[in-house]
């Protein structure tokens, strides 16, 4: 009588670790001449385009328009609902070109915005839209505290505890 163990057939063998790494390093330079390959011709088209430009459709710095930015002192308050919930905001103002904004008027508007945010609920500071909507409230508030003067209101930090 045969052995069982001698007849049955040996598991198959994996593959050698040669050919893992022979099949890793073909992918590899394939992966790396593709890469180079597009970054060239990428390349080539930024700088193409580039040298096409007509000098003189670039204008100097100093001919664009671009109003002086103004930053305001933070603001420390708290929220109407929940009263135990406080903010900070730190913003800026951005003067419509050839317009002045005073020391004393940047105080104003940044007492405005105080008083603003002291009548804000929570609820409507979540997410992104109402971070917007807060944007557009609070320039508005500076365009007419202003007279016209302000053209935007950045928020750079708002922080709520």
């Known amino acids: 009588m045969s052995n069982l163990a001698d007849d049955a057939p040996s598991p198959p063998k994996g593959p050698s670790t040669v050919a893992l790494i022979a099949v890793v390093t073909v992918l590899t330079l394939i992966a790396g001449g593709g890469g180079w390959f597009l970054g060239g011709q990428l390349g080539l088209a930024a700088h193409g385009d580039a040298a096409s430009i007509d ?10 328009p671009s109003g ?7 603001i420390l308050t708290n929220v109407k609902l929940p009263q135990d919930v406080w903010i900070r905001l730190e913003a800026g103002v951005v003067a419509r070109p050839g317009e002045k904004i005073s020391d004393e008027l940047a105080a104003t508007i940044g007492g405005d915005f105080m008083a603003f945010l002291k009548t804000v609920n929570l609820m409507q ?12 409230d ?21 922080v709520m505890e």
């Open 125 to 136: 500071l979540r997410g992104p839209a109402g971070l917007e909507y807060l944007r557009m």
């Open 138 to 158: 609070l320039q508005e508030r500076a365009a007419m505290r202003s007279e016209g003067k302000i053209e935007k209101v950045y928020i750079w930090a708002l």
């Open 68 to 74: 002086s930015v103004v930053p305001l002192k933070p």
């Open 55 to 64: 000098a003189s459709a670039i204008k100097p710095a100093e001919a664009m």
